[in-house]
């Protein structure tokens, strides 16, 4: 049997959909966060605080632009770093420290969001890299 809520529903309609939504982080800082279509996940820009990076935002939550450029890292281990870390595991019954086995690859994304399309540049080392396109909506 299905059930039906008869509430009001936060979610949109596709086509009234926000490119960006607010966040606040728990220093009390404001920004936005995208949906990125190199990543597949989201990325934050603050736009008030302090003791932190600033975006400018043109306030257009249809067609934003944020300056300067965003470019975000994430280091992790390679398919082979991992396997070594489980045969490791096999013979010593521990897994290496992060010492022992540092991340061995940096992912980046570096963009700049303008009138709601994302400009890949060509340090990104995802799929979209060189490439500009729409930000999906939320
Ligand atoms: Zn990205």
Known sequence: MYTFC???STIKPKNMGNKIITYKDGDGNLGYHFHCPGCDENHGVCTEGEGVPIWEFNGNEEFPTFRPSIKVTFDHL???AMQRNIDFYKIHG???THKEL???V??????WVTNGNIE???DCTHHLKGQTV???DF
Do not use: A
């Open 6 to 8: 008869t509430g009001q």
């Open 134 to 136: 729409e930000l999906n």
């Open 94 to 96: 521990r897994y290496l």
């Open 106 to 111: 940096r992912e980046i994304c570096h963009s």
């Open 120 to 122: 890949f540049l060509s």
């Open 78 to 80: 390679s398919e082979e």
């Open 102 to 104: 540092p991340y061995d």
